[in-house]
Every structure is written in structure tokens, then in C-alpha cells.
């Protein structure tokens, strides 16, 4: 089975025997500047790995309360030793609601330029900073690589591992594809694009959860 992941420049991927796994990175990091004075937030939020390596003032949040999205970005803080809490399901919203119940009285959260407005609208009660220190940039020659890939039905299965990737690839996948999508908002985002599309959206919003899936789809049919 031919798999084709979407994944930024760095990004780990899956080895799966039986299974031929390709990815062509159609976006790349780029670390931003940002402002330093948010750090003075008693709560600090993470909402993917990239936020972490592209984050360098690790000594000014020691004893803040530290939250990541999910066990990918917690593991990405742990390299610097910081222990964070994650919510239950790894999406941006359920960060959010993490946050409300902790009781921070104000949150800085370092994020994607491209990121939703989930969190903005979530927090509104409480202090809330948006902290932008990392952008995903197009590569166009890459995506014309994955047009290229869809057309030809040169792979059979296609995940998409976020909501910018799903709305960049959405009108390019054909029939001929299994759709594999890591969770809620992603979903949301390829049902808006492409609402005539089947696909398999895992219950959990981790690389992990996608394996299983695509386990799944090699054993039998599974749609969602």
C-alpha cells in the first residue's frame, strides 16, 4: 500500500512494514521573532513541536504553568526539561478548555502564523496572547509534485496531518485515494472543501493514531 504524508520539513514519519511511505513536505518552518513580553504570563501553551524548537527563552518560563496540545509537543518540551499537561483529545479547542479549568489568571500561547482562531475564541475570559514564533511556508515545486502524485493515482492512501495541509490538497484527491485525516479539525476543514470526499478521520490526533488507521485500512474497508 502506498502512503503519502504531507509533513513540514523535519518532521518525524512513520515505518510500517508492508506499507510504502512517502512524503513530500509542501510546507517548511520558518522561525519568527516575537515579542518577549508575553513571557510575564503566569501560564504558557505550546500547540505543536515547531512551536517548541522555534521557541528560545526557556529559562524565562521556569515555574509557570506549561501546556502543550498534545504527548508529541509535551515530549518536545521534556528535550528542554520542562513537564507540560496536554488535554485528553490533541486538538487546539480542547487546549483551550484545558486551560480555562486550570485556573491560570492569564496564558501566552506559542503557536503557527497560520494557526485557527479556535483559541482566540475560546479565551475571551481571561487574558489571552497570541504568540506567533514559527510560519509554514508553500513550497510551490512541492505541490506541484503532490498535484503530479493525485493525478496520476500514483499512491493509494493520502493522510492529512492538519487543517493547512488538508485545505491545500483537498481539490487535487481523486477517487482513487483512501483519505486518512488526524483528527476533528482537519476533518472539518476537508468537509468543507470537499463534502462529496469519504474518509477515515483517527481517534486520536497523533502520527500514532494515523498508523492505526492506515493498519486498519490494510485489513479491510473503513470509512468515516
Do not use: W
Not at 509557570?64 to 509535551?74: E, R
Not at 521534556?78 to 479547542?93: D, I, L, M, Q
Amino acid at each position: 500500500m502506498r502512503v503519502l504524508y504531507l509533513r513540514p520539513e523535519g518532521s518525524s514519519l512513520p515505518e510500517l512494514p508492508g506499507f510504502s511511505i512517502l512524503n513530500v513536505s509542501i510546507f517548511s518552518v520558518k522561525c519568527l521573532e516575537y515579542d518577549e513580553s508575553y513571557l510575564r504570563s503566569d501560564g504558557v501553551a505550546f500547540t505543536s513541536v515547531n512551536a517548541v524548537r522555534c521557541f528560545k527563552d526557556f529559562d524565562s518560563i521556569r515555574g509557570k504553568s506549561i501546556f502543550s496540545i498534545g504527548p508529541g509537543t509535551a515530549e518536545e518540551l521534556r528535550k528542554h526539561g520542562f513537564e507540560s499537561v496536554y488535554p485528553e483529545r490533541y486538538t487546539s479547542k480542547d487546549l483551550a478548555l484545558l486551560i480555562l479549568r486550570s485556573g491560570v489568571r492569564e496564558v501566552s500561547a506559542f503557536r503557527s502564523l497560520k494557526a485557527s482562531d479556535d483559541m482566540r475564541r475560546i479565551l475571551v475570559s481571561i487574558p489571552y496572547h497570541e504568540v506567533y514564533d514559527y510560519d509554514l511556508i508553500l513550497d510551490q515545486e512541492k505541490l506541484n509534485q503532490v498535484k503530479e502524485l493525485l493525478a496520476t493515482c500514483s499512491v493509494d492512501v493520502v493522510v492529512l496531518t492538519s487543517s493547512l495541509i488538508a485545505k491545500s490538497v483537498a481539490n487535487f484527491i481523486r477517487d482513487c485515494h483512501k483519505v486518512v485525516t488526524i483528527g476533528p479539525m482537519t476533518s472539518a476543514s476537508l468537509k468543507t472543501l470537499r463534502p462529496d470526499l469519504s474518509f477515515t478521520e483517527s481517534d486520536e490526533s497523533t502520527i500514532d493514531g494515523t498508523v492505526k488507521v492506515l493498519k486498519s485500512l490494510k485489513g479491510g474497508e473503513r470509512d468515516g
